[in-house]
Nanobody
Framework: VQLQASGGGLVQAGGSLRLSCAVS????????MGWYRQPPGMQRELVAT???????NYADSVRGRFTVSRDNTKNTVFLQMNGLKPEDTAVYYC???????????????WGQGTLVTVSS
């Protein structure tokens, strides 16, 4: 199973970016997809997740500015980021929790990370 993220870059404060993450490989079913981020010198933190039923969860710091969505037909998760702030600068990692076969065991995978830099 591989996760390929794209869409990071440099943007001015107040601008927007859209991240994408495509999942490839043999998967029985997807439970949760989403995004985490790691600001410089800090620990990785939750940004947003979305379940197979469409339930979403957001960090308080991004709620109302970021929107997580997914395309179940393409096993792809998106993160629309609006109103970006310098404190959003981080490496963004896509996240996957899935089942590889018809058992209840869940597996977790991470993408390689994509850098988002927001200038003031």
């Amino acid at each position: 199973v591989q996760l390929q993220a794209s869409g990071g870059g440099l943007v001015q404060a107040g601008g927007s970016l859209r991240l994408s993450c495509a999942v490839s490989g043999s998967i029985f079913s997807i439970n949760t997809m989403g995004w985490y981020r790691q600001p410089p010198g800090m620990q990785r933190e939750l940004v947003a997740t979305i379940t197979s039923s469409g339930s979403t969860n957001y960090a308080d710091s991004v709620r109302g500015r970021f929107t997580v969505s997914r395309d179940n037909t393409k096993n792809t998760v998106f993160l629309q980021m609006n109103g970006l702030k310098p404190e959003d600068t981080a490496v963004y990692y896509c996240y996957l929790r899935c089942r590889l076969r018809s058992t209840p065991v869940l597996y977790e995978y991470w993408g390689q990370g994509t850098l988002v830099t927001v200038s003031s």
